[in-house]
């Protein structure tokens, strides 16, 4: 499986973009339990922004983006979104998808949990 991810770029703080992420391969036509957005900024570790978990869609964000992103997925064509909003300087990094076949719900902020992951998306927001 393969995931793509797309959608960045450089915007001035307060302003929007839009990451989505799609998947391919042998396994495309299948069901991934979950799907994460993370991010990694320059000397950082990789961090945990949103995920969506679940037949029922539940959705989990970082407390730094709360409110101001949000994440969707259609299953029908296993892609991912993650809307961006108010966007800020804070928030410049390489935002990369993810997604699993067997996460659990406790696991979903996780790194180490997903097995996918798609190369990543280079998100610039200049102050």
């Known amino acids: 499986v393969q995931l793509q991810a797309s959608g960045g770029g450089l915007v001035q703080a307060g302003g929007s973009l839009r990451l989505s992420c799609a998947a391919s391969?042998?396994?495309?036509?299948?069901?991934?339990?979950?799907w994460g957005w993370f991010r990694q900024a320059p000397g950082k570790e990789r961090e945990f922004v949103a995920a969506v978990f679940g037949r029922g869609g539940t959705t989990y964000y970082a407390d730094s983006v709360k409110g101001r992103f949000t994440i969707s997925r259609d299953n029908a064509k296993n892609t991912l979104s993650l809307q961006m909003n108010s966007l800020k300087p804070g928030d410049t990094a390489v935002y990369y998808c993810a997604a699993d076949n067997t996460l659990i719900m406790s696991s979903v902020r996780s790194v180490s949990a997903y097995d996918y992951w798609g190369k990543g998306t280079l998100v610039t927001v200049s102050s």
């Open positions: 391969g042998r396994t495309a036509s299948n069901y991934f339990r979950g």
